[in-house]
């Protein structure tokens, strides 16, 4: 055997050993960038809840001002966190929170310093309903319109620009169950001012679906490709009722 084609076949024997390891890293990100989480956020929670539900209804002002090294931690931590690529259109509303969050956690320091309690119980308060405000800009305002926008986000961010066909046609299919799932949902009682706009919203979407699965059979691309960008902007119309 030539010493040529002893080093194409270690090659190649290492690149069928390393491409299940490979593919399995590629499948991990993209798991981690369809996750409407912030890790650092909801470790966060942990020094929030002990200020919120133990030491301001208890007004333990020495509490507070043992937590803060706990608190200045969680809000850098947050602050140095990336969103997953499926919150990637919350970023402007994400750093608007953040510098609100970070602003209140400075006023929570200097109120601790302080001799007066009331500041104290009015910043904590204060820090709390901005690491509350923070959450609700990324928790997702239906559990099916998350589990929806997953399979869309990887459909309209890799299998579409990729051209691959194979993930593409079984992904279609799978948005469409999403859609079915979706379709029969009602909005719970505090949202119940928009059901009209999201009713509308949703049936346009649903015929966008609708037409992506069926325009999936002819097989040109740049049909799919049109049709995949209009019910991706139909998504998008569904999710502004919810701002």
Known sequence: MTKRKTVFLIGLALTLVSAPVIAQDTKASHEAEVKSQVPALQ?????????????????DTAMMASLWPDIEKGVADVAAAELPGILRDKK?????????????????????????????????????????????????????????????????????????MEKLGPAVLELSAKMDTLDAVKLPERLQAKDGAFQAAR?????????????????????????????????????????
Do not use: C
């Open 203 to 243: 049936k346009k979407l649903s015929a966008s679906v609708a037409y992506v699965k069926g325009v999936m059979a002819s097989k040109d691309e740049k049909k799919i490709t049109s049709a995949i960008r209009t019910m991706h902007s139909d998504y998008e119309s569904l999710q502004k009722v919810f701002e």
């Open 43 to 59: 470790q966060f929670h942990t020094p929030i809840y002990k200020l919120w539900h133990t030491a301001w209804p208890k007004k």
């Open 92 to 164: 402007t509303a994400w750093q608007e929170g953040l510098k609100q969050l970070q602003d209140a956690a400075a006023a929570y320091h200097t109120a601790m310093a302080g001799a007066e309690i009331q500041p104290k119980l009015d910043a904590a308060e204060k820090l709390h309903m901005r690491y509350e405000a923070m959450v609700r800009v990324i928790r997702p305002v239906l559990k099916e319109v998350d589990a929806f926008h997953q399979v869309l986000y990887m459909i309209y961010h890799y299998y579409m620009p990729e051209h691959n």
